[in-house]
């Protein structure tokens, strides 16, 4: 699975979540998490804002935060500079 896949697998879920759930629909949605999350919530977060830009869809996420919390962003350059560090 890809990240792109991640974030359109999450997007899915969610839209199912509100079709189940219709009363969270208005409520602020704040994405949250640690570590890999960096790259999930990147990924995720960028299916939702590409949905809510494509006109032919009458709902809207109310995507307003996006928590991370030690992120992991950049696995080469942290790789890099873990090592550096050690010497």
Request: no cysteine; aromatic share 14%.
């Amino acid at each position: 699975t890809t990240l792109d896949e991640i974030g359109e697998e999450f997007l899915t879920f969610m839209l199912s979540f509100y079709e189940e759930f219709p009363v969270y629909k208005t409520r602020e949605l704040v994405l949250t998490g640690e570590s890999f999350a960096g790259k999930y919530l990147s990924y995720t977060s960028r299916a939702i804002l590409d949905y809510n830009d494509d006109n032919s869809n009458a709902f809207k996420f109310n995507l307003n935060n996006m928590i991370l919390s030690n992120p992991l962003v950049d696995t080469p350059l942290l790789l890099y500079t873990s090592d550096a560090a050690d010497d």
